[in-house]
């Protein structure tokens, strides 16, 4: 995905602070740490840096050993699997900000990346799950992507697109009061008239900091 969006439009529409110990990024792959907003308990919604994997927390191993595909999470059946199912019951959600996804279409060879981005411009704000893991060295924030089938245009070149919030469900998303039949409502695809699909380079596609990470723990 795309992290190189402007910190200004993180505290616009979130009315939060970017966690300052993020080195800022322009592609972002799974492991690498990204900003995320989400509402603990007994708490007020927060912006914290976690770990694009989600690792649960009956997990009792070393992180480097840790091997399940966690970064994205099927809406349709995450409160069934192992990996998530704590996280949902618990509604542990939380807002992910990304100025566009990518997708991929062509023989193996010939490759062709996609950039998919809001039509209107705006960074898109994705539907997650987290957790805290307690691992070798404390206390580890993790978060995975959830993902729902696509609409009709990002069917074109995949049968997934993660799910897309708009700004009037954002706080509900967050509640952890929220009943699950709207929640269940909010993970399906975006209209058709939402995303705008165009090339990337390859360069594009690279996941690369702005600046050398720090250890998220």
């Not at 939402?194 to 250890?215: F, G, L």
Request: some cysteine; proline content about 12%.
């Amino acid at each position: 995905m795309n992290g190189n969006f402007h910190p200004t439009n993180f505290h616009s529409m979130f009315g939060l602070i970017l966690p300052p110990e993020w080195p800022g990024a322009y592609a972002v792959a799974p492991t690498m740490p990204y900003p995320i907003v989400r509402l603990p308990p007994g708490k007020r919604v927060q912006a914290t840096l976690a770990r694009w994997g989600l690792v649960p927390a009956m997990y009792h191993g070393v992180l480097r050993k840790f091997k399940p595909s966690t970064f994205n999470a099927r809406s349709e059946d995450a409160q069934q699997r192992p990996s998530f199912t704590l996280a949902y019951q618990e509604a542990r959600r939380c807002l992910v900000l990304v100025q566009s996804f990518y997708e991929w279409s062509g023989e193996p060879e010939k490759r062709q990346a996609y950039e998919i981005q809001r039509a209107d411009g705006r960074p898109l704000v994705l539907g997650g799950l987290w957790e805290t893991w307690i691992g070798e060295f404390g206390p580890l924030e993790t978060f995975t992507l959830l993902a729902c089938p696509a609409n009709a245009l990002v069917s074109q070149l995949h049968d997934r697109q993660p799910v897309i919030l708009e700004r009037s469900n954002w706080r509900a998303w967050l509640d952890p009061r929220t009943p699950e039949r709207p929640i269940s409502n909010l993970m399906q695809p975006c209209a058709h008239d939402v995303p705008r699909i165009s090339p990337a380079s390859s360069q594009d596609t690279r996941p690369m900091h702005k600046r050398p990470a720090e250890q998220v723990a």
